[in-house]
């Protein structure tokens, strides 16, 4: 098997200075002390102290079918664990506890093969830490939360309500959107109002970069940007969190009606990884919860739940510059448009060097494969609810129904990468998101 690349190096947690040091009383004998530590089997026993590290564990990580480049996996932690060293093969791989899960990734495991890691757990948090370098950092402020790697802009969460121009949103959207070597990956209208390069069209100001959001809940328009128009009301963060293989915003927000009476909470978790700049990853999981009422979305095109904007060199009409717009299946540009496919990518030529973006289908959502609202003009969004507006059995309504008190949950994911998708492996990246390998603790 091969070598497991490291991307950083571990460290073991150290005391803190106040955890180290005791205060002891001058009239106690060096002797007593020896006979104290040795009653407490050698733990020393005055002041604040952490306890000894636990055992190391071996973690079992099985490739599968498919080989494995660069895929962020997780399991559950072990109890009380605060930080954890991982060791393959004699280096140190970058690991992070959090949420309840250690993180971290796997390089490169080919089909068929097994890796094992030798885990050790602690019940400590480090105060400091060498490998800043590559370290997904989150920045949160009254109206956004950054998130950098290793030091770059990777984007921006935006939940402040502001205005651009005439328009009002309503709606949290991330923007800028930074792929392989710092390309920004999606338009920049309407939230840069002026001053934009003359190839950016300014149709769909409700095409915020990167947002959630659909044309019909409870018959609410929680989708374009208007006085009848729902919105998403920010309630707070749970958790936001960063570290040498993760970051982590988890939002609460209500979806409401134009008055701002809530029809729907939603708990949307977005994950951003420490990957190489040649193929950064992102990760949406969004809980729906009927907790107002039964909640119906409605059968609609006008929808995502989640959509991209594209830059224009990516878009695979007159106006983009070689774009390529094509699905699973092997579809192209128009035909691709309310088609079923495990993902979609697009992609484009900027300064003669060829960039794009997938976005891939959980195989565990609604509908899979669901279909997608893409348009060869610059959106793209996976829309499992439009059946009656895309071709196909016009029959057949895709309302989806969350009962009063219920609550439902879709997974996706957005690559970014160099080249085409063929150049890109996109197909097997959607394995290592659908299909991840298999991880236990031995």
């Not at 009962?403 to 394995?431: C, M, P």
Request: glycine share 10%; proline share 6%.
């Amino acid at each position: 098997m091969g070598k497991m690349p490291v991307l950083l190096t571990g460290k073991m947690p150290v005391l803190r200075r106040e955890q180290r040091e005791t205060t002891m009383d001058t009239n106690i004998s060096m002797k007593f002390l020896a006979c104290l530590s040795l009653a407490l089997a050698g733990v020393l026993a005055l002041g604040d102290f952490a306890a000894s590290p636990a055992a190391p564990r071996t973690l079992v990580v099985e490739a599968g079918k498919h080989d494995r480049v660069n895929v962020p996996v997780s399991v559950e932690a072990p109890a009380d664990a605060m930080e954890a060293d991982m060791i393959i093969d004699g280096k140190a791989v970058p690991c992070q506890v959090v949420d309840g899960k250690l993180w971290f990734i796997v390089g490169n495991l080919p089909a068929g093969k097994t890796a094992a890691y030798s885990v050790t757990s602690s019940d400590l948090a480090s105060d400091d830490s060498p490998f800043r370098v590559g370290w997904v950092s989150i920045k949160q402020s009254d109206k956004q939360v950054d998130v950098t790697i290793g030091g770059k802009p990777m984007t921006s969460y935006v939940f402040d309500y502001g205005k651009a121009g005439k328009n009002q949103f309503r709606r949290p959207y991330l923007w800028p959107v930074y792929g392989p070597g710092q390309l920004t990956m999606t338009r920049p209208y309407p939230m840069q109002f002026e001053n934009l390069p003359k190839n950016v069209q300014t149709d769909h100001p409700h095409h915020t970069s990167i947002w959630i959001a659909h044309g019909d809940v409870n018959k609410v328009d929680n989708w374009t940007i208007g006085p009848k128009s729902g919105w998403q009301v920010h309630k707070g963060f749970p958790l936001v969190a960063g570290g040498p293989v993760v970051g982590i915003i988890r939002e609460t927000l209500d979806w409401t009606d134009a008055d701002k009476k809530p029809n729907l909470a939603e708990t949307r978790t977005i994950r951003v990884y420490n990957l190489p700049d040649t193929g950064r990853v992102m990760d949406f999981e969004l809980t729906f919860e009927a907790k107002y009422g039964k909640v119906t979305f409605g059968d609609t095109k006008e929808g995502g739940p989640l959509a991209i904007r594209m830059r224009t060199e990516f878009q695979a009409d007159k106006n983009g510059d070689k774009g390529i717009l094509v699905n699973s299946q092997g579809q192209q540009a128009d035909k691709a448009w309310g088609q079923k496919a495990r993902w979609v990518d697009c992609s484009g030529l900027v300064a003669g060097k060829r960039y794009g973006f997938a976005m891939f289908d959980s195989a565990e959502n609604l509908r899979h494969p669901e279909t997608w609202h893409a348009r060869t003009y610059g959106l793209c969004a996976v829309n499992p609810f439009g059946l009656h507006d895309f071709p196909g059995d016009k029959k057949t309504r895709g309302d989806w129904t969350i009962e009063a008190g219920k609550s439902a949950t879709l997974r996706y994911r957005i690559y970014f990468h160099d080249g085409d998708a063929k150049q890109a492996g996109v197909d097997a990246r959607w394995n290592d998101y659908a299909q991840p390998p298999a991880v236990r603790w031995k």
